[in-house]
C-alpha cells in the first residue's frame, strides 16, 4: 500500500481504529460510571446536593462550551497533535483524583476532564472519517468506534456499582488512565501525522471563540437555573446567552477569518445533518428522562427493576450495528438519516400516546428509539463530514458534538420545566398515591408532546435542507487520513477481523 492509499478494510486501520474506540469509550463510561458514585461522593466529601450537581456539569459545560474552540484548533494546528495533548491532560486529570480531599477540588478535576474530553472527542470523529475513502467504508468506521461508546453507557451503571462494592470511589476515575493511555498508543502508532495540506493557517478568531463558548455555556446552564431558582438569576443567564448568541453570530458574519464559517453550516448535507442529530438528540434526551421517572415516581418501580425495564433499549444499540451498514447502502446516506432520525420521534411518540397503557409500549418506544439513534449516530456525522472542505473536518465534528449536547441538556430542562410547573412538591415521595402517579403521567405526556413536535420539526427541516442540495455540487469531501500500518502476524489479524466482523455495521 502507498502512503496515501487509505485501507481498504477496517481491520487494515485497527490499531488507529482501537485507539478513537478508546476515546469514545472514555467519553460515556465516565459519565454513567460517575452518576452511581455521587451518593459515595457525597457521603465521603460531605458534600450537598447542590455541589454534587456541579461535579456533573462541571465536566458537561467545559466539554460543550470548549468544542468549537478546539475543533477549530484542530483545523489549524493538527487533529492528532491536539487530541495527544488532549489525552495526556485526560490521563493527569483522572490520576490527580486520587489527592482530591473536597468537592471543590473533584468540581475542578472534572473541569479539566470536560476541557480534554473537548479536544479529544471532536478529533475522534473527524480522525475516523478521515481515515477512509466512501461513505460505506466511513460509515462502518464511525459505527466501530462508537460501538465502544454504546457497550461503556451499558455497563457502566454495573461496573461503577460493583466496584464501589469493593473499592474507593476514586477508583472509578482512575480507571480513565489505562483507557487514555491506550487511546495515545493507538492514535500514536497508527495515525500518521497531519498533512500540511490538510490543515489551514488562518488566524484563530479568539472573539469568536469567547463569544461562542458564553453562548454554549448560557444555553447548557440557564436550563438547569429555570428549574432549580427562580427570579433574576435565570432571568440574567438567559439575558447574558441570547447576547452571546447574538454576539457570536454578527462576529462570525463580519470577521475575516471567522471561528466558524455559518456560510459552510447552511450547506445543505452540513446543515441537514446537524438537524437529524439535534433531533435525534433531543428526543433521545427527552425519553430517557421520562422513562426512568415514570417507572419509578410515577409506577413505584424500584432502581433495579426500573434498570431491567430499560433494557430493550440497551439489547437494540449493542446488536443492531451489523445493520448500519446494510441499511446505509440500500437506502443511500441521506435517507438513512432522515428515516432514523423519524424513527427516534416516532418512538417517542408512542410513548407520549401510548405510554401511560402499560410497560409494553413503553418497551416499543425504547426499541423504536434505539434503533433509530443506531444509525443516525453514525449516518448524522457522516453527512456533515461530507459536506465540508478537507481542513474543516475537525470544527465539523464539534459542531455534530456540540448539536446533540445542547438537544440532550434541553431535552432534560424541557422535562424538568413541564414537571416543575404540574406535579405539586417533590416528583420523589415516600410512597406513591394514584393523584400523585397522575400528575406524574400526565406532566410526562405533555412534555413528550412538546419534544415530539420540537424534534419532528428539526427533522423536517433536515428534509428540506437536504432536498435544496439535490443537484447542488458539494465541496470536494475530506481526503482519507493515512495510517501507520502495522505489521501483524496473520493470526492476529484474524482475530481482529473477527472482532470487527462481530461489531462492526
Same mark, same amino acid.
Given at each position: 500500500?502507498?502512503? @496515501?492509499?487509505?485501507?481498504?478494510?477496517?481491520?487494515?486501520?485497527?490499531?488507529?481504529?482501537?485507539?478513537?474506540?478508546?476515546?469514545?469509550?472514555?467519553?460515556?463510561?465516565?459519565?454513567?460510571?460517575?452518576?452511581?458514585?455521587?451518593?459515595?461522593?457525597?457521603?465521603?466529601?460531605?458534600?450537598?446536593?447542590?455541589?454534587?450537581?456541579?461535579?456533573?456539569?462541571?465536566?458537561?459545560?467545559?466539554?460543550?462550551?470548549?468544542?468549537?474552540?478546539?475543533?477549530?484548533?484542530?483545523?489549524?494546528?493538527?487533529?492528532?497533535? %491536539?487530541?495527544?495533548?488532549?489525552?495526556?491532560?485526560?490521563?493527569?486529570?483522572?490520576?490527580?483524583?486520587?489527592?482530591?480531599?473536597?468537592?471543590?477540588?473533584?468540581?475542578?478535576?472534572?473541569?479539566?476532564?470536560?476541557?480534554?474530553?473537548?479536544?479529544? %472527542?471532536?478529533?475522534?470523529?473527524?480522525?475516523?472519517?478521515?481515515?477512509?475513502?466512501?461513505?460505506?467504508?466511513?460509515?462502518?468506521?464511525?459505527?466501530?468506534?462508537?460501538?465502544?461508546?454504546?457497550?461503556?453507557?451499558?455497563?457502566?451503571?454495573?461496573?461503577?456499582?460493583?466496584?464501589?462494592?469493593?473499592?474507593?470511589?476514586?477508583?472509578?476515575?482512575?480507571?480513565?488512565?489505562?483507557?487514555?493511555?491506550?487511546?495515545?498508543?493507538?492514535?500514536?502508532?497508527?495515525?500518521?501525522?497531519?498533512?500540511?495540506?490538510?490543515?489551514?493557517?488562518?488566524?484563530?478568531?479568539?472573539?469568536?471563540?469567547?463569544?461562542?463558548?458564553?453562548?454554549?455555556?448560557?444555553?447548557?446552564?440557564?436550563?438547569?437555573?429555570?428549574?432549580?431558582?427562580?427570579?433574576?438569576?435565570?432571568?440574567?443567564?438567559?439575558?447574558?446567552?441570547?447576547?452571546?448568541?447574538?454576539?457570536?453570530?454578527?462576529?462570525?458574519?463580519?470577521?475575516? @477569518?471567522?471561528?466558524?464559517?455559518?456560510?459552510?453550516?447552511?450547506?445543505?448535507?452540513?446543515?441537514?445533518?446537524?438537524?437529524?442529530?439535534?433531533?435525534?438528540?433531543?428526543?433521545?434526551?427527552?425519553?430517557?428522562?421520562?422513562?426512568?421517572?415514570?417507572?419509578?415516581?410515577?409506577?413505584?418501580?424500584?432502581?433495579?427493576?426500573?434498570?431491567?425495564?430499560?433494557?430493550?433499549?440497551?439489547?437494540?444499540?449493542?446488536?443492531?450495528?451489523?445493520?448500519?451498514?446494510?441499511?446505509?447502502?440500500?437506502?443511500?446516506?441521506?435517507?438513512?438519516?432522515?428515516?432514523?432520525?423519524?424513527?427516534?420521534?416516532?418512538?417517542?411518540?408512542?410513548?407520549?400516546?401510548?405510554?401511560?397503557?402499560?410497560?409494553?409500549?413503553?418497551?416499543?418506544?425504547?426499541?423504536?428509539?434505539?434503533?433509530?439513534?443506531?444509525?443516525?449516530?453514525?449516518?448524522?456525522?457522516?453527512?456533515?463530514?461530507?459536506?465540508?472542505?478537507?481542513?474543516? %473536518?475537525?470544527?465539523?465534528?464539534?459542531?455534530?458534538?456540540?448539536?446533540?449536547?445542547?438537544?440532550?441538556?434541553?431535552?432534560?430542562?424541557?422535562?424538568?420545566?413541564?414537571?416543575?410547573?404540574?406535579?405539586?412538591?417533590?416528583?420523589?415521595?415516600?410512597?406513591?398515591?394514584?393523584? @400523585?402517579?397522575?400528575?406524574?403521567?400526565?406532566?410526562?405526556?405533555?412534555?413528550?408532546?412538546?419534544?415530539?413536535?420540537?424534534?419532528?420539526?428539526?427533522?423536517?427541516?433536515?428534509?428540506?435542507?437536504?432536498?435544496?442540495?439535490?443537484?447542488?455540487?458539494?465541496?470536494?469531501?475530506?481526503?482519507?487520513?493515512?495510517?501507520?500500518?502495522?505489521?501483524?502476524?496473520?493470526?492476529?489479524?484474524?482475530?481482529?477481523?473477527? @472482532?470487527?466482523?462481530?461489531?462492526?455495521?
Amino acid at each position: 500500500m502507498s502512503a @496515501h492509499t487509505p485501507p481498504a478494510r477496517l481491520r487494515d486501520a485497527w490499531i488507529a481504529l482501537s485507539g478513537l474506540s478508546a476515546v469514545f469509550l472514555f467519553e460515556m463510561l465516565d459519565n454513567s460510571v460517575l452518576t452511581v458514585a455521587l451518593p459515595t461522593i457525597g457521603r465521603d466529601l460531605a458534600a450537598s446536593t447542590a455541589s454534587l450537581q456541579w461535579v456533573s456539569s462541571a465536566y458537561s459545560v467545559a466539554f460543550g462550551g470548549l468544542m468549537l474552540l478546539f475543533g477549530a484548533v484542530a483545523d489549524r494546528f493538527g487533529r492528532r497533535r %491536539t487530541m495527544l495533548i488532549g489525552l495526556v491532560l485526560l490521563a493527569v486529570a483522572s490520576a490527580s483524583t486520587v489527592l482530591v480531599t473536597s468537592v471543590e477540588q473533584l468540581v475542578a478535576v472534572r473541569a479539566l476532564m470536560g476541557l480534554a474530553a473537548a479536544m479529544t %472527542t471532536p478529533g475522534s470523529m473527524a480522525l475516523t472519517f478521515r481515515l477512509f475513502a466512501g461513505d460505506d467504508l466511513r460509515v462502518r468506521a464511525l459505527t466501530v468506534v462508537s460501538t465502544a461508546g454504546l457497550v461503556g453507557l451499558a455497563v457502566g451503571p454495573t461496573i461503577g456499582g460493583f466496584v464501589l462494592a469493593v473499592a474507593p470511589w476514586q477508583v472509578l476515575l482512575v480507571a480513565n488512565v489505562p483507557i487514555a493511555l491506550v487511546a495515545l498508543v493507538g492514535i500514536r502508532s497508527g495515525i500518521a501525522a497531519d498533512r500540511p495540506e490538510d490543515l489551514h493557517r488562518h488566524p484563530l478568531d479568539l472573539v469568536g471563540a469567547v463569544l461562542g463558548t458564553a453562548a454554549v455555556v448560557g444555553v447548557l446552564v440557564t436550563p438547569t437555573l429555570a428549574v432549580s431558582t427562580s427570579g433574576w438569576p435565570t432571568w440574567t443567564a438567559a439575558g447574558a446567552t441570547v447576547a452571546a448568541v447574538a454576539g457570536f453570530v454578527a462576529r462570525e458574519r463580519s470577521a475575516r @477569518h471567522p471561528l466558524l464559517d455559518l456560510a459552510l453550516v447552511a450547506r445543505p448535507l452540513v446543515a441537514s445533518g446537524l438537524a437529524y442529530k439535534a433531533a435525534a438528540g433531543l428526543a433521545t434526551a427527552g425519553l430517557s428522562y421520562a422513562v426512568t421517572l415514570q417507572l419509578q415516581a410515577a409506577w413505584g418501580w424500584p432502581p433495579a427493576l426500573a434498570a431491567i425495564g430499560t433494557l430493550p433499549q440497551v439489547v437494540v444499540l449493542l446488536v443492531s450495528g451489523r445493520f448500519v451498514g446494510p441499511v446505509v447502502r440500500r437506502v443511500g446516506l441521506e435517507r438513512a438519516a432522515w428515516t432514523s432520525a423519524t424513527a427516534v420521534v416516532v418512538g417517542l411518540a408512542v410513548f407520549t400516546l401510548l405510554g401511560r397503557t402499560g410497560y409494553p409500549a413503553v418497551a416499543v418506544a425504547l426499541v423504536l428509539v434505539a434503533a433509530g439513534m443506531r444509525v443516525v449516530g453514525a449516518v448524522a456525522g457522516a453527512s456533515v463530514l461530507s459536506g465540508l472542505p478537507t481542513d474543516r %473536518t475537525s470544527i465539523g465534528a464539534a459542531l455534530v458534538d456540540t448539536a446533540s449536547e445542547l438537544a440532550t441538556a434541553v431535552g432534560i430542562a424541557a422535562t424538568g420545566t413541564v414537571l416543575a410547573a404540574f406535579v405539586p412538591g417533590s416528583i420523589a415521595v415516600a410512597r406513591t398515591t394514584a393523584v @400523585h402517579a397522575a400528575a406524574v403521567v400526565g406532566a410526562l405526556q405533555v412534555a413528550g408532546a412538546v419534544i415530539t413536535v420540537v424534534a419532528a420539526l428539526l427533522v423536517a427541516v433536515g428534509v428540506l435542507r437536504a432536498r435544496r442540495g439535490v443537484g447542488t455540487p458539494e465541496p470536494t469531501p475530506a481526503q482519507p487520513q493515512t495510517p501507520r500500518m502495522p505489521s501483524t502476524s496473520s493470526s492476529s489479524s484474524s482475530s481482529v477481523d473477527h @472482532h470487527q466482523e462481530s461489531s462492526r455495521a
